[in-house]
């Protein structure tokens, strides 16, 4: 039996203030159900990067409800929304966000270590080997490739052992082959942990590897579902 794990409902949210301001989620309702892979989708600036940061707890609405693994978060102060972040939600950016005076252990390990959690450097290390990067703990940011450094920070964003796993242009910065490759990982973790998996992507293939697209488009969310397979990926090359 599925159940509900992300439930927006008509989310508003405004950014920037009197004449810089502009009105980027319009609206919104959106569920997905434990265990799928959502790919969201649209040209830029329609409000899709933003959608994926109010979904990651790092943005609050304006209006509207959102509630992720049963928890209301825009009821929550922010240092009840940053708590249930930590031990609920892990995020994924383009641009890796690694500490660069620590090593890749390093960096997996602190956030768990700021969590109180126990053995935080036992557990570092698990999900470092998980991501194929045993051979290098402790390697600084700087010594690593950019699909190292990725791997790396997919390794700390799974290892709280998150219900979600949110990614933002995962693949956005590397090569086709490098990119194909953290998808891979990406995919096989989400299946492997039974995690629910949002991503946001222009790349039309990454997007078709997903059980769902979304479709934003000027701060909405646009009517009827995107099949998946071939006619998916067409539909997308053509957005």
Known sequence: MTKTIIDLKNADLTLGRDAASVHVLKGMNLT??????????????????????????????????????GSALHALSEDQV????????????????????MTALENVAVPLELANVPNAFDKARNELVSVGLG??????????????????????????????LIADEPTGNLDTETGKQIADLLFSQQSGRDMTLVLVTHDPALAARCSRQVRVRSGRIESGQIETGSVQAAVAVSA
């Open 32 to 69: 997905i159900e434990t265990g799928e892979s959502v790919g969201i989708v649209g040209p830029s600036g329609s409000g899709k990067s933003t959608l994926l940061m109010v979904l990651a707890g790092l943005e609050r609405l304006d209006k509207g409800e959102i509630h992720i693994a």
């Open 82 to 101: 940053a708590e249930f972040r930590g031990r609920t939600i892990g995020i994924v950016f383009q641009s890796f966000h690694l500490i660069p005076n």
């Open 135 to 164: 051979e290098r703990l402790n390697h600084y940011p700087g010594q690593l490739s950019g699909g190292e450094q990725q791997r790396v920070a997919i390794a700390r964003a799974l290892a709280p052992q998150p219900k979600l």
